[in-house]
Structure formats: structure tokens, C-alpha cells
């Protein structure tokens, strides 16, 4: 069986479990479990809302809801003893959605590509403090140094960017970094302007470029396997004023958030004691942003990205990318005032409270003289406005050529018509490729979702 074929077979497997999921509880119940989950659901967002936008009671109550409502769903099915088909249904939906995203992930190897030359004098930055120590509980520096790299161990206040422009200097003749993201665009930047190779090494704690590279997180020494053994990718590179992202900046909600001091040491604790703030008091964000050239008012949180990422809920999971060289930069952007507004994204991308474009261009200004942004998770200000772009394949990647890639996270979705397609034996035309700027658009820029998504 080719590997083709079998990602066919597991699209058919969870397009059928994706139906039975559906046509058990009808079956079992009739109409009236689809108006269960529907306001189950609803509910749910509803106490998601309160929780994050209020504090006290209200807060309380939130927790409450969105616990209580899910299970008051659970205990309708009991009460009509109908729990077993409910619980049935439950386990065809998770096998669908597994099923779904395996059949979709893509093949990171590159086996049939020829191996890159070596590198001479390869120059490897390490951050011990990345990812809870990494670096040391892998043994990072041994293995880079067997391998013949020169390391560099960063300490705290030391400038990346004139740490990587004096390795060049010095005859570097390969970049790389273990650490985190917002490490790794400071020196891939430095790699991108001298056009040498750049290694990513992920010992960050979430490493999101490294994921959309097919790189495995959960052994980060893998990656040095490109050393010896590697191929090169051309990938964009996005910018923000002239910082350099290669996930995302973010603006508005989380933007504020990460500028909080104890943001780093209790990222959870921390977002929930200023989201109310920000989201309905006198400190809620009201961003001004230009999507190539067609304003978008109101928005509370922004998200631009270095290529679009798949389908997203909302800003806070925006899913993963299937291409870092379309050229493009991705927009999801939320404006949520109410209890209505967040049940309504319930409805995820088909919500009128989310935006998703992707684009050429993106302009980004408050009502103050500087714009605070989250660069990959660092905060930074910059100058209003703040105009956004992709550089094109900008930056050269090495990576190994045979790399089984990491699971997808638990928050991406299934793009179910891609699905379809390949259950079907069509292909998946949808997602392979974006759109030229300005015009693929999964809604209008005033954030309404008129139009069909990919």
C-alpha cells in the first residue's frame, strides 16, 4: 500500500466515523439531541465569555457554566437512557477528528532530495533557560560540538543579533539556535541577510516554527542530523516595522497581556487576571487596522502570521501552517463585546466576531504614538502604525532530510472538505496552496464571514 493510498483509507475511515457520530444520537434520540448539543454548546461559550471578561461572581459563574453545561447534555441522555449512544457518539467524533488530522499530515521528509554540503564552520546559539533546561537535560552542547559546531551559550541581557553578526564575521559559514522562537528570529534575520543556512534546534518550550517544519520538539538533538544529512528549504520571512517574526506578531488583547512582569513564570494565572480588563473596560483595545489598503475597526485581539495557518477557532489557536513559502502573511483578528458575540463562536470560523484573510500587506495603529506587539512571544513597542510584510523566501533552512515531523497539536481542527477530497480519491485541491495577496478571504474585512472558507 502506497502512502497515498493509505492516508485515502484513513479519510474514508473518518468520514465514517464523522457520520456515525452524527447518526447514532438522531437515530437514538431524534431531532431533539441536535437542539441538546446546540445549546449545550452555546451555553458553554457563554460561560467561557463571563470567565474571561469578568472577575467575582460572574467569574464563578462562568467556571460553573461552562463545566455544568457539557454534563447537563451527558445527564438529558441519561435521563432518557440514551447515556450509551451518547457516549458512542462521543468516541466516533474523537476517531473521526484523529483519523482526520493523520490523513492530513503532511510528509516531512525529503528523502528524495539531494543532502546539502556540510557545513565548515557551523555556529550554534544556546539558551540553557529555554524549555525548562533543555538544552542540558538533551545534551545539546556535547552532541553539537561532536558534531564539529562552535557553541555559544547566551546569557541573560547579552545581544543576540551582535552575537550572530560577529560569528559571521569570525567566518561562520551556518547559523543556528536552540532555544526559543523569539530567539530564533533574531538570528535567523542575521542568516537571512549573509544568505547562510539556518539550523533550528527546538529547545523552546513551544517551538511553533519548528513544528511547521516537520521538526521533531519532542527529541530536539534530532535536528542536528541536518548537519551531515540535510536539505535546504526557502521560507519567508515576516516583519513587523523591522523586527523579524517567524510565527507571529500579535496585537491588542495578548499583546497587553505578555507586557505583564509575571506573564513569564504564570502565563495562565496572569492572562486571567487582565483579560476583563482588556476585553470590556476602559482599557479594551480598539485596533485600527489596514488590511491591504481596506480598514478593520474594533478588533480586540490581532494576529498576523508568517504564512496563514489552517483553520482557525480564534487567535489564540490559530492552527498550523502547511506552507512557509506562499509569500503571504495570514490575518485572524477577534471582536467579541458580549455574551451573544462569544456564543455566537460557537460557529468558529463561520462567526461573525472572527476574521480570517490572508494578505500582502497588513498596517496596524492605535490611538497612542507607539503600538505594544508580542513578536513571538516577546513584547516589544514599535512606532505607530506599524505596517506588516512578508519577505519571500528569504531565509535558507536546513533540516534533516528524513523527518517524521511532531503530532499536530490538539487545538488544530480538521479541514473537513480537504478530508472529503481525498476519501473521495479527488485530490485536495483547497489546500494546497494559497491564493495570490488580497485575495484569498474567508470573509470580508469588516470581520463578517460571508464568504466560504478554503
Not at 136 to 151: S, Y
Not at 358 to 366: L, Y
Request: charged share 20%.
Amino acid at each position: 500500500m502506497t502512502a497515498r493510498e493509505g492516508r485515502a483509507g484513513r479519510a474514508r475511515l473518518a468520514v465514517l466515523a464523522l457520520l456515525g457520530s452524527v447518526l447514532v444520537p438522531l437515530v437514538a434520540a431524534g431531532l431533539r439531541s441536535v437542539l441538546w448539543v446546540l445549546a449545550g454548546l452555546a451555553l458553554a461559550a457563554v460561560g467561557v465569555w463571563w470567565t474571561l471578561a469578568h472577575t467575582g461572581v460572574l467569574r464563578a459563574l462562568g467556571v460553573a457554566l461552562s463545566v455544568s453545561a457539557p454534563l447537563a447534555v451527558l445527564a438529558l441522555y441519561g435521563a432518557f437512557g440514551l447515556l450509551g449512544p451518547a457516549l458512542l457518539s462521543l468516541g466516533l467524533w474523537m476517531l473521526a477528528v484523529t483519523t482526520a488530522r493523520t490523513a492530513l499530515a503532511p510528509g516531512h521528509g525529503d528523502s528524495g532530495q539531494p543532502a546539502a554540503d556540510p557545513p565548515h564552520a557551523a555556529w550554534i546559539l544556546m539558551n540553557p533557560r529555554s524549555g525548562g533546561g533543555k538544552v542540558d537535560r538533551f545534551h545539546l552542547v556535547e552532541k553539537a560540538r561532536a558534531a564539529g559546531c562552535r557553541v555559544v551559550l547566551l546569557d541573560r541581557g547579552q545581544d543576540v543579533t551582535a552575537l550572530a553578526r560577529r560569528a559571521v564575521a569570525e567566518g561562520a559559514d551556518l547559523l543556528g539556535v536552540a532555544g526559543g522562537d523569539g530567539t530564533q528570529a533574531l538570528v535567523a534575520e542575521v542568516a537571512a541577510r549573509h544568505d547562510l543556512p539556518f539550523l533550528v534546534v527546538p529547545a523552546g518550550t513551544r517551538n511553533h516554527f519548528a513544528l511547521d517544519l516537520g521538526l521533531d520538539r519532542d527529541d530536539p538533538a534530532t535536528a542536528l542530523r541536518a548537519l551531515a544529512d540535510g536539505v535546504e528549504r526557502r521560507v519567508d520571512l515576516g516583519y513587523a516595522a523591522d523586527r523579524v517574526f517567524v510565527n507571529n506578531a500579535s496585537f491588542g488583547t495578548y499583546a497587553s497581556v505578555v507586557t505583564e512582569p509575571s506573564y513569564r513564570d504564570a502565563k495562565a494565572r496572569t492572562v486571567l487576571r487582565t483579560l476583563p480588563d482588556l476585553l470590556t473596560g476602559e482599557e479594551a483595545s480598539g485596533l485600527r487596522t489596514r488590511v491591504d489598503g481596506t480598514p478593520v475597526e474594533g478588533l480586540q485581539a490581532l494576529l498576523v502570521s508568517n504564512n496563514p495557518y489552517g483553520r482557525a477557532v480564534d487567535a489564540a489557536h490559530p492552527g498550523r501552517r502547511e506552507r512557509l513559502d506562499s509569500g503571504l502573511l495570514g490575518v485572524v483578528g477577534v471582536r467579541v463585546g458580549s455574551a451573544a458575540q462569544a456564543a455566537d463562536m460557537v460557529r468558529g470560523p463561520h462567526s461573525r466576531g472572527l476574521l480570517r484573510l490572508s494578505a500582502g500587506e497588513v498596517v496596524v495603529e492605535t490611538g497612542a504614538d507607539t503600538v505594544p506587539v508580542g513578536i513571538d512571544g516577546e513584547h516589544v513597542v514599535l512606532p505607530s502604525p506599524v505596517v506588516c510584510r512578508s519577505s519571500p523566501g528569504a531565509l535558507r533552512v536546513r533540516v534533516p532530510r528524513r523527518r517524521p515531523g511532531a503530532p499536530r497539536p490538539s487545538g488544530a481542527r480538521a479541514d473537513w472538505p480537504r478530508v472529503v477530497r481525498l476519501a473521495l480519491g479527488l485530490g485536495e485541491r483547497g489546500g494546497a496552496a494559497p491564493a495570490p495577496a488580497s485575495r484569498h478571504r474567508e470573509g470580508a474585512a469588516t470581520g463578517r464571514a460571508d464568504a466560504p472558507g478554503p
